[in-house]
């Protein structure tokens, strides 16, 4: 796994990035430092999730530098676009609904900052322009005069032009009210709620995305509650790709030992072998008890379909173990076995991966903890592992995992810069896993206290057998919010799939 030679090694790992901005990592003779002018985002935005299109087009969205989309930094909305084969990076800006590019609070104590934030990005087929980009927006509005402002979108996407370049296209990117009014009536009000007297509608924190397989629709997380109209968790919506709502399902009261938990959808994935009308797709949330204390969080399996316009929990939400290790993020492989990376009981770093097997329709997530009518009184609850793969319990939180579909491979990254790959082999409960891990060199990237620098999720191209690997630099809490926007230096990373994987 490991390379041989420093000229192996430099074939395996490059980071992209500003001229001037690699720190000891130019000095490196094992990972190459690759300069791009003007690759970056506008101030007070950062790297976050990646995606990459069929041509090698490289998506990055953005978040702020306080990674907490309540506390904006910026004034702007944008997503990056690398192009690998020119070298090219292109900051996209996303304009409101009104046209205006840069829009902030009006209010003087949070000193200049709004916009909006890229939660997620996803690239999907089109039948007549080959593909679409969509992205999604937890917080596309601060404060301001919508009358004069507009609003930024919760639901945004791409396309390429006819030269053949990727632009914003607003008549297909909608706003809260845009898609309340194309939501069923019954709907639209619970899904769009009215939070304040004077503030528009809202998507109720759009934080997650994916594409259901068999109908092509789109899941989306939604992460906070409804406001005064109730509840405080979040919900599950599907849209299609003209913005319809198709389904929407409101996460219901829990209270685990008679504590009351909110529960924050933020992650949504697919299972790619999902059959029609019974879409399988997991959900990992935050939760949390009283006075915002974080709980374990949990993991659970759903279905849709498409037909009858319905959500159905299929599993209970549960834990790998009752050690007050949460689930973290999640994938599939295509054989739609479930990769579940955890986080240990401190929060700081990873604990072992959990691997649910598909034996014939179902996972044993669901075989061994169904959600029964009363599954909402079980909330948390331990469904053990087929595997636990204890050789993975090493390095930082994992903020990316991805599964290679040429290979099979599951690649988790953690905070600490540390990528392992797992190898499964046989099928069902003869299954073999073979780990192993390199450093991809964010130590030699840090620099000052008050700064701080992780990764977000990798995009896999399979065709190119590239893995892209978005690396973020903010400063969280060790500069007191509100503050003006600045610029801070942000990275991608190329990890060459074949020698990684020895193929």
Wanted: charge should be negative.
């Amino acid at each position: 796994m490991l390379p041989s030679s420093a000229d192996d090694a430099l074939d395996l790992l490059s980071i992209f990035g500003t001229p001037g901005s690699f720190g000891r990592l130019a000095r490196s003779s094992t990972i190459e430092t690759v300069d791009v002018p003007g690759f970056g985002f506008g101030p007070g935005q950062s790297a976050f999730m990646a995606t990459v299109a069929s041509d090698g087009t490289v998506f990055i969205g953005t978040t702020p530098f306080s990674d907490d989309q309540m506390f904006p930094t910026a004034a702007s909305m944008e997503a990056g676009i690398f192009h690998p084969d020119t070298r090219r990076f292109t900051q996209l800006m996303i304009p409101s609904s009104a046209g205006h590019f840069f829009v902030s609070n009006p209010d003087p104590t949070v000193r200049g900052v709004g916009g909006a934030d890229v939660a997620d990005v996803i690239v999907v087929p089109d039948p007549v322009m080959g593909e679409r980009v969509v992205l999604v927006s937890v917080m596309p509005y601060h404060g301001w005069d919508t009358k004069v402002h507009g609003e930024f979108p919760s639901i945004g996407q791409l396309r390429r032009d006819r030269a053949g370049d990727w632009r914003y296209e607003p008549s297909l990117s909608w706003t809260a009210a845009q898609l309340a009014a194309l939501a069923p009536p019954t709907v639209a009000a619970s899904a769009f709620p009215t939070i304040g007297p004077t503030s528009p509608l809202s998507g109720r924190g759009p934080a997650s995305v994916a594409r259901l397989p068999r109908s092509g629709h789109l899941v989306i997380a939604q992460y906070f509650g409804a406001g005064g109209r109730g509840t405080k968790s979040g919900a599950l919506l599907v849209v299609d790709l003209e913005g319809r709502t198709r389904a929407w399902w409101q996460y219901p009261p829990t209270s685990p030992l008679g504590i009351s938990t909110v529960v924050n959808p933020r992650e949504v994935v697919t299972d790619p072998t999902s059959e029609p009308d019974d879409e399988r797709f997991v959900l990992i949330s935050d939760c949390f008890s009283g006075n915002k204390v974080a709980e374990p969080f949990p993991v659970q399996e759903f279905s849709y379909s498409a037909s009858s316009g319905q959500i159905t929990p299929k599993s209970a939400a549960v834990r790998a173990a009752q050690d007050k290790s949460r689930m973290e993020s999640a994938c599939f492989d295509m054989a739609g076995n479930l990769y579940v990376a955890r986080t240990n009981a401190h929060g700081l770093r990873a604990d072992a991966m959990a691997v649910y097997v598909k034996a014939g329709r179902e996972r044993s997530l669901v075989t061994a903890a169904p959600a029964t009518a009363d599954w909402p009184d079980y909330f948390g609850i331990e469904c053990r592992p087929d595997y636990l793969l204890q050789e993975t319990g090493r390095g930082g939180l994992v903020r990316s995992l991805t599964m290679d579909p040429v290979s099979g491979a599951i690649l988790l990254t953690g905070l600490d810069g540390t990528l392992q790959v797992v190898q499964p082999a046989g099928a069902g409960h003869e299954m073999t896993f073979r780990t192993s891990a390199i450093d991809t060199g964010l130590s030699q990237l840090r620099g000052p206290s008050t700064r701080y620098i992780g990764v977000r999720r990798a995009a896999v191209d399979a065709q190119r057998r590239i893995l892209w690997l978005p690396v973020n630099q903010l400063v969280l809490d060790s500069i007191s919010w509100p503050y003006p926007p600045f610029k801070l230096d942000q990275w991608l990373i190329r990890v060459d799939l074949d020698r990684l994987l020895d193929r």
